[in-house]
T-cell receptor, first 113, second 119 residues
Framework: GQQLNQSPQSMFIQEGEDVSMNCTSS?????WLWYKQDPGEGPVLLIA?????ELTSNGRLTAQFGITRKDSFLNISASIPSDVGIYFC?????????????FGKGTLLTVNP | GAVVSQHPSWVICKSGTSVKIECRSL??????MFWYRQFPKQSLMLMAT?????????EQGVEKDKFLINHASLTLSTLTVTSAHPEDSSFYIC???????????????FGPGTRLTVL
């Protein structure tokens, strides 16, 4: 199936640094979601975005729904060791009646204490 | 709220046997559940969409006779891998969409996954 273009694939940062990752698509989405997955676990929802231009925060996390509806970014401020994991963006196809998601390939984040 | 459980968390079976994986929404009703497969270091790939009381919709390339899905109630969906072979070894994850929608109905909440190893 279709996949989103998520970048970067991986990031190695120092504790306290800010992080930014993004997703782009050739298709329009009406919902963007950001998930975090720890090894051997299912993804956990971080932020959901519903309107173009929407900027939403969840603690140290901030995500935006791009104006074109074809992109989204996630920022993590003041990273801490527990931020380590794989971050996935997911888009819901416009007009979908069953709300299925298309996932990006993930960004592996490593935080050095 | 919005807790999804899966059972078992891991299973090892012999080639040719069938394995059933359960997905339950614990504190909400889910008309729609989704089954994903994830290979190591890869993203989640949707296998099928399961709607309560109706037949599942399978993604292209997923064999419906091999991956049997039953969604008998608003809180339970099962995936049965029939005649499993080593290439079916993977991490299987379900998700559920909250019917009532504390958000706006589009969020999917994921289970913890089931690690299947076929010898």
């Amino acid at each position: 199936g279709q996949q989103l273009n998520q970048s970067p694939q991986s990031m190695f940062i120092q504790e306290g640094e800010d992080v930014s990752m993004n997703c782009t698509s050739s298709s329009i989405f009406n919902t963007w979601l950001w998930y975090k997955q720890d090894p051997g676990e299912g993804p956990v929802l971080l932020i959901a975005l519903y309107k173009a231009g929407e900027l939403t925060s969840n603690g140290r996390l901030t995500a935006q729904f791009g104006i074109t509806r074809k992109d989204s970014f996630l920022n993590i401020s003041a990273s801490i060791p527990s931020d380590v994991g794989i971050y996935f963006c997911a888009g819901q196809l416009k007009g979908g009646s069953n709300y299925k998601l298309t996932f990006g390939k993930g960004t592996l984040l490593t935080v050095n204490p | 709220g919005a807790v999804v459980s899966q059972h078992p968390s891991w299973v090892i079976c012999k080639s040719g046997t069938s394995v059933k994986i359960e997905c339950r929404s614990l504190d909400f009703q889910a008309t729609t559940m989704f089954w994903y497969r994830q290979f190591p270091k890869q993203s989640l790939m949707l296998m099928a969409t399961s709607n309560e009381g109706s037949k599942a919709t399978y993604e292209q390339g997923v064999e419906k006779d091999k991956f049997l899905i039953n969604h008998a109630s608003l809180t339970l969906s099962t995936l049965t891998v029939t005649s499993a072979h080593p290439e079916d070894s993977s991490f299987y994850i379900c998700s559920a969409r909250d019917l009532v929608a504390g958000g706006k109905g589009n969020e999917q909440f994921f289970g913890p996954g089931t690690r299947l190893t076929v010898l």
